[in-house]
């Protein structure tokens, strides 16, 4: 009996929208999974983009997590939990690898041995919070991830733009569809223009430095 060859690599998908059916995605999803790249589908489309990071990607990144931690470090914070780059997962249907993955309270994902390694959204609920940190891929982040994110459910979805030192912040209406707000609901009480004083702050500041003072802002808000 003639033995099938394996699909080729979608390799050369790199950056773009390719039509394909969930098979070939998790195909793709497993050849991939020692690797750095990341990986999106949505409405039978595979996107797949290099997880290397440059120089604005990566200290924006670095900044955001600190800026998760002096956020949650607050006295009273819920419990929260990240997964920044961890593939999110409905199987048969979507599959994305945000920037930023926060769970606020209980009930957030936690491996065990012999499981798979990505968030299964069948076994797990949604996280509170996704963002995609914009160097090359802003047009696609504020379209059809924008899409996808919504489809998922998932509250809350920023997009943080490092050319244009801005950040995108949207909240699900009751109608399954993001609507830009301007203090966050994630980070209950938290204006989103703070953020983005944060990235001018990078200009003439290292990250670490921009995460001390945003820490510094975040104590005289009076946020309950």
């Known amino acids: 009996m003639a033995t099938l060859a394996p699909s080729p690599p979608i390799i050369n998908s790199l950056n773009s929208w390719r039509f394909v059916d969930w098979c070939d995605y998790e195909a793709e999803r497993d050849r991939q999974s020692e690797s750095s790249t990341k990986l999106y589908y949505y409405q039978q489309r595979l996107r797949i983009e290099m997880g290397s990071e440059g120089i604005n990607h990566s200290s924006i990144g670095d900044l955001f997590a600190m800026i998760l931690f002096a956020w949650f470090s607050q006295p009273d914070a819920p419990i929260s939990n990240s997964f920044n780059g961890c593939l999110l997962e409905k199987t048969g249907q979507s599959a994305a690898a945000p920037d930023i993955v ?123």
Not at 144 to 162: R, S, T
Not at 196 to 210: D, G, H, M, P, V
């Open 102 to 224: 926060v769970y606020v309270g209980e009930g957030y994902p936690q491996w065990q041995p012999g499981k798979t390694r990505y968030i299964d959204l069948a076994k797990w609920r949604v996280p509170d919070l996704v963002g995609e940190i914009s160097d090359t891929t802003l047009s696609s982040d504020l379209d059809e991830k924008k899409h996808l994110y919504a489809a998922l459910g998932i509250p809350e979805y920023w997009v943080i733009d490092v050319v244009g030192r801005r950040v995108f912040a949207f909240r699900l209406g009751s109608e399954q569809t993001y609507q830009e707000v301007q203090v966050s609901g994630c980070l209950a009480g938290l204006p989103i223009a703070l953020l983005q004083q944060a990235l001018e702050q990078l200009k003439t500041q290292s990250n670490i430095a921009t995460a001390g003072w945003f820490a510094s802002q975040i104590a005289t808000l009076g946020i309950d």
